[in-house]
C-alpha cells in the first residue's frame, strides 16, 4: 500500500504547474500580479466544476525564506488573516509533513467553514514548495457548526530572484462544499484572489518586526528538534472526497446567534 504523504513526483507536478502556460487563461495582470484559471484539455460531461486557480504576484520588498516562514506561523497568521476562525496543527506525520485544521468565517447566511489538511513542504536552494489536500482523521470528524470544505490540491511555490525579492505563487483547486453554484465559487474566487494576495504580501512586510518579540528562534518548520506536535501514523488518514460530504449551508437559530462575522 502507498504512503498517503507526498513524494517528489508530487512536488515536481505542483512546481510544473505553478510555472506553466499550457491550458491556463490569464484573468488578471496589473502591477506585478496575475491570476489564471486552468482550462481543462478535455471538457467534461459531469456538470459544472470548481475550476484551479493560480495567482502569482512578484515581491520585491521581501525575502523568499520570509514569505515562507509567514506561511508556517501559526501564531502569526491569527494577526494578519481578517477571516480566520480557528487554526491548529495537529500531529506531526514526517519531518516535513503534518496535518493541521483551519475555519473561517463567510459573510451570513452562508455558515462558516472549516477544513483538515494534510500540509507538506519541501525547501531547495532558492524554492520553497507547500503542498496540501483534504483528509478525513478519526478524531476530526465534520461538525454542525462548520460546513466541511475540501482542498482537492493547495499550495505556494516561492522562487527567490534576490537577497529580498521573489516570485510568489499560489495555486489552489478547492471547494467550499455547501449550497454555492459553481459558477459563484469560480468568479469569487477570481475576484478575492489579488486582495488575499496583497494581504499575505502586507504579511511579509511585517513579518520580521512581528517575530522579534515572539520566540524569534522558533521555527519548527525549518528545524524539526522545535517541533513539539505528537506524532501520527499517515495511515490512519484518508483522502477527503467532496462527494462523500454533504451539502448543507444553512445556519441554524442558534449558530446564528453564536455569530456568523463577515470577513
Not at 507538506?120 to 520553497?128: A, G
Request: contains cysteine; aromatic residues 10%; glycine residues 4%.
Amino acid at each position: 500500500m502507498s504512503s498517503i504523504l507526498p513524494d517528489e513526483a508530487v512536488f515536481a507536478d505542483f512546481r510544473r504547474q505553478c510555472l506553466s502556460t499550457d491550458n491556463w487563461v490569464n484573468k488578471y495582470d496589473s502591477n506585478g500580479m496575475q491570476v489564471w484559471v486552468e482550462v481543462p484539455a478535455k471538457k467534461e460531461n459531469r456538470g459544472p466544476k470548481i475550476h484551479k486557480i493560480k495567482c502569482k504576484i512578484v515581491i520585491r520588498d521581501v525575502s523568499a525564506a520570509t514569505m515562507y516562514d509567514v506561511l508556517h506561523d501559526n501564531q502569526y497568521r491569527r494577526d494578519w488573516d481578517p477571516n480566520m476562525e480557528d487554526s491548529y496543527d495537529i500531529a506531526r506525520l514526517s519531518a516535513n509533513a503534518d496535518v493541521g485544521y483551519y475555519s473561517w468565517r463567510c459573510l451570513k447566511p452562508l455558515k462558516k467553514r472549516d477544513v483538515l489538511t494534510l500540509r507538506s513542504w519541501k525547501v531547495t536552494d532558492d524554492e520553497y514548495v507547500i503542498v496540501n489536500f483534504s483528509v478525513k482523521h478519526p478524531k476530526y470528524p465534520p461538525t454542525s457548526k462548520f460546513v466541511r470544505a475540501v482542498s482537492i490540491l493547495t499550495g505556494y511555490f516561492i522562487k527567490a530572484t534576490g537577497p529580498t525579492s521573489c516570485i510568489f505563487t499560489y495555486l489552489s483547486q478547492a471547494d467550499p462544499k455547501g449550497l454555492i453554484p459553481k459558477v459563484v465559487v469560480n468568479t469569487a474566487t477570481q475576484m478575492l484572489a489579488p486582495k488575499v494576495m496583497k494581504c499575505v504580501h502586507k504579511a511579509g512586510q511585517d513579518y520580521s518586526a512581528w517575530k522579534e518579540n515572539n520566540s524569534p528562534q522558533h521555527k519548527p518548520w525549518l528545524h524539526p528538534d522545535q517541533n513539539t506536535l505528537p506524532m501520527m501514523d499517515p495511515a490512519e488518514l484518508s483522502i477527503q472526497r467532496a462527494d462523500s460530504l454533504e451539502d448543507v449551508d444553512t445556519c441554524t437559530k442558534e449558530e446564528g446567534q453564536d455569530g456568523e462575522d463577515s470577513p
